[in-house]
T-cell receptor, first 115, second 113 residues
C-alpha cells in the first residue's frame, strides 16, 4: 500500500530538548516536504527536498532542520524546541511524471506540544 | 506572489443540504488548483483538482470549476452527508507539475443529521 508514515504521532516535550520527527514514504518519490498546520493559518511549508541531498527552505524554516540522506526518508529536526513550535506537522511526498500534475501524498500528522 | 483565500468557517449544514465553500486565488502564470480534505484525526487527502481554465474537477459528489476570469475555484456538493464532516483546504501550485503547494486556511464543515 502506497503511504507516507510519520513517527511519533503525538509528542509532548520541554523547551530545549532536541527531537526528531521521522517521515518515510514507500513510493520512490523524489519530492518530499514538511508542513505545519496552525489554526487560522492553514498549512505552511517548512522545508522541502527535490531529491537525495537536495533540500531547501520553505516559508517558515526558522528553528527547524532537515536531512535527505536516503530517498525514502526525510526527518524533521528541532535542535532546541520552543513553545511557538507547538503545532500539527505533516510530511508529504510527490513523484515526478513528465507532463502531469502529480498528487501529493500526506502522512497522518504529528501533534507536537512544547512546554 | 501566490496566495489562496477561502471562506472562513465553521460551516454547519443539515444532511442533504447544498454546500458551497468559496475559494479565490492570486497567482503568477497558470496555476493548478486543488481541494484537499482532512477527516478528523487524519492527514490530508486530495479530493479533486483542475489544471487549466474551465476544467471541472469532481470526486465523491463534489465539484469545482477553474474560473480564470474570477480567479476562483469554489467547492460544491448538491447533497451533503454526515460523513462529509471534515476540514476542506483549497490549494494551488504555480504550474502543472510544480511541487510546492500554497494552501488556504481551511474551512471546517459539520453536517448534522
Amino acid at each position: 500500500e502506497a503511504q507516507v508514515t510519520q513517527n511519533p504521532r503525538y509528542l509532548i516535550t520541554v523547551t530545549g530538548k532536541k527531537l526528531t520527527v521521522t517521515c518515510s514514504q514507500n513510493m520512490n518519490h523524489e519530492y518530499m516536504s514538511w508542513y505545519r498546520q496552525d489554526p487560522g493559518l492553514g498549512l505552511r511549508q517548512i522545508y522541502y527536498s527535490m531529491n537525495v541531498e537536495v533540500t531547501d527552505k520553505g516559508d517558515v524554516p526558522e528553528g527547524y532542520k532537515v536531512s535527505r540522506k536516503e530517498k525514502r526518508n526525510f526527518p524533521l529536526i528541532l535542535e532546541s524546541p520552543s513553545p511557538n513550535q507547538t503545532s500539527l506537522y505533516f510530511c508529504a511526498s510527490k513523484g515526478r511524471i513528465a507532463g502531469s500534475t502529480d498528487t501529493q501524498y500526506f502522512g497522518p500528522g504529528t501533534r507536537l506540544t512544547v512546554l | 506572489g501566490n496566495s489562496v483565500t477561502q471562506m472562513e468557517g465553521p460551516v454547519t449544514l443539515s444532511e442533504e443540504a447544498f454546500l458551497t465553500i468559496n475559494c479565490t486565488y492570486t497567482a503568477t502564470g497558470y496555476p493548478s488548483l486543488f481541494w484537499y480534505v482532512q477527516y478528523p484525526g487524519e492527514g490530508l487527502q486530495l479530493l479533486l483538482k483542475a489544471t487549466k481554465a474551465d476544467d471541472k474537477g469532481s470526486n465523491k459528489g463534489f465539484e469545482a470549476t477553474y474560473r480564470k476570469e474570477t480567479t476562483s475555484f469554489h467547492l460544491e456538493k448538491g447533497s451533503v452527508q454526515v460523513s462529509d464532516s471534515a476540514v476542506y483546504f483549497c490549494a494551488l501550485s504555480e504550474k502543472a507539475g510544480a511541487n510546492n503547494l500554497f494552501f488556504g486556511t481551511g474551512t471546517r464543515l459539520t453536517v448534522i443529521p
